[in-house]
């Protein structure tokens, strides 16, 4: 099974623009499609924590990258994720450039993140886009691991910046092309948003202030709906946690 994460992805670029993203496209047309509605706060940070530990942000007490002015570690965050879980029970997980602490966190793999983890160029945004589809497919092309996790950062930080410009679009049409191959390697991939996007001033809840450390007025920030596209994925995802049960009982299923 293949988990995409698409941090910040939404429904609100992806529909209108569909002709231009062919092989989110061609997932849609044939298999389930749905938006994940957060009760939660859409903070990346304890949302992806949430996704792949299946606790609330009460539980994992994970809300944001830096706590107390000291940015947060693994070790950190007291809990144990999906790929700790089934690892111990001999399944074969790995876990790539999951960004619930910066840099993104790896599982049972080697990986140096663009930009230490926080992409904002050009150049590292494109890098990240080609290094983490380039790792997919090596992993993919030397073993078949039973689950493999994956997350694009390049949205999220294009979303911030660049929100209701055209050069937004050209990104989804960069990780549409990118995850063609990964998704036709598997024939159970579940693409999905930690939270979605709006404009800034139109956002729930505004993560950053709008301008920033650097001098960058932001435009976009996070909206509470998120996306999910499953194909051949045997569970839905309501909330974060569900992800997590998911997984779990899938991968559990007759051992009992």
């Known amino acids: 099974m293949l988990v995409i994460g698409l941090d910040g992805a939404t429904w609100d670029i992806i529909n209108p623009n569909i002709a231009r993203l062919p092989n989110l496209g061609k997932l849609i047309s044939q298999f389930d499609h749905y938006t994940i509605s957060l009760k ?32 947060q570690t ?33 599982f049972n793999l080697e990986f140096d993140p663009p930009g230490h983890g926080v992409p904002i160029t050009q150049e590292e945004l494109n890098a990240e886009i ?22 694009y950062t390049a949205l999220d930080k294009m979303s911030h910046l660049h929100w209701g410009e055209p050069a937004l679009i050209d990104y989804y049409e960069k990780i549409d092309q990118a995850i063609g191959p990964i998704i036709d390697s598997d024939d159970q991939v579940l693409i999905l948003s930690d939270h979605g996007f709006t ?3 139109s956002a729930p809840i505004q993560t950053l202030p709008k301008i920033t450390a ?4 932001l435009k976009g920030d996070h909206h ?7 194909k051949n994925i045997p569970f839905k995802i309501t909330q974060p946690i569900d992800l997590f049960n998911g997984l779990y009982n899938y991968f559990n299923q007759g051992k009992k």
């Open 74 to 106: 693994r070790d950190d965050v007291k809990v144990e994720f999906i790929w700790d879980i089934l690892d111990k029970s001999g399944l074969n997980v790995k876990a790539l450039n999951i960004p619930f602490i910066v840099p993104p966190y790896n």
């Open 224 to 230: 509470p709906d998120a996306i999910a596209i499953a």
């Open 130 to 151: 080609d290094l983490v589809t380039k790792k997919v497919l090596n992993i993919l092309s030397q073993e078949k691991p039973d689950l493999l996790i994956a997350v």
């Open 199 to 201: 404009d800034y001033d």
């Open 40 to 71: 939660q706060k859409p903070w990346s940070a304890s949302v992806w924590c949430s996704l792949f530990s299946g606790k609330t942000p009460e539980e994992h007490q994970h809300l944001d990258f830096v706590k107390d002015g000291k940015i």
């Open 214 to 217: 650097t001098g960058n007025e």
